[in-house]
Structures are given as C-alpha cells and as structure tokens.
Nanobody, 115 residues
Framework: QVQLVESGGGLVQPGGSLRLSCVGSGFSFDYRMSWYRQAPGKERELVADIDRTGGSTKYADSVKGRFTISRDDAKNTVWLQMNSLKPEDTAVYYC?????????WGQGTQVTVSS
C-alpha cells in the first residue's frame, strides 16, 4: 500500500524557518517527488519538485531563493526546507508523486506563518 506521510508543519513567525519531511512507503522511491501547497480558497499549486537522481530541482517563482527541496532515497524521504517564511506561505503542504498518470498524495501538513 502506497503511503506518503508529511510532518514538520506548525506555526512560525514571519522570517522564520520550517523543515517539512515526507516519508514514503509501499513503492520504489525512485520517482520525481514534489511538494504542493493549498491555501484556503485557492487551488493547489506546485511549490517544488526534484528528479529521481536529486540532480535537478524546480521551484515556483514565489519561493525561489527561500525554499530548498532535497531527498534521501535510502531513507525514502524528501524534505522541504523553508526559510524567510511569509504570511502568504500559509497553506497545507502536500507531498506528491505521479505513476502512470496517477497522483499519489499525503495527508498534508499545515504551515501557518503569523505574528
């Protein structure tokens, strides 16, 4: 059974940092992995993704220079390091991968940036 379990969210002040983790199980952890987020009343958007080797990453313009995605296949884990957080980063963050056109999602972890 495929599972993606996110953790690391929470309440942080503007300018602060959080590190999100996503641990996968039930599948071979050799896919492009992605982080998405969804804010209240907004569509889910791609934040960052990382290819199978970890050698290529992409970021949404809104997070470039502040967020870093990384992976450790030996631990079946992908991380999202988030620095210089802004109130507009507030959202539920989801881990994702796609296999044969089907999207797998975790349950999400809430990130709230507020003073």
């Amino acid at each position: 059974q495929v599972q993606l379990v996110e953790s690391g969210g929470g309440l942080v002040q503007p300018g602060g940092s959080l590190r999100l983790s996503c641990v996968g199980s039930g599948f071979s952890f050799d896919y492009r992995m992605s982080w998405y987020r969804q804010a209240p009343g907004k569509e889910r958007e791609l934040v960052a993704d990382i290819d199978r080797t970890g050698g290529s990453t992409k970021y949404a313009d809104s997070v470039k220079g502040r967020f870093t995605i990384s992976r450790d296949d030996a631990k079946n884990t992908v991380w999202l390091q988030m620095n210089s957080l802004k109130p507009e980063d507030t959202a539920v963050y989801y881990c994702n991968f796609r296999e044969f056109g089907y999207d797998y999602w975790g349950q999400g972890t809430q990130v709230t940036v507020s003073s």
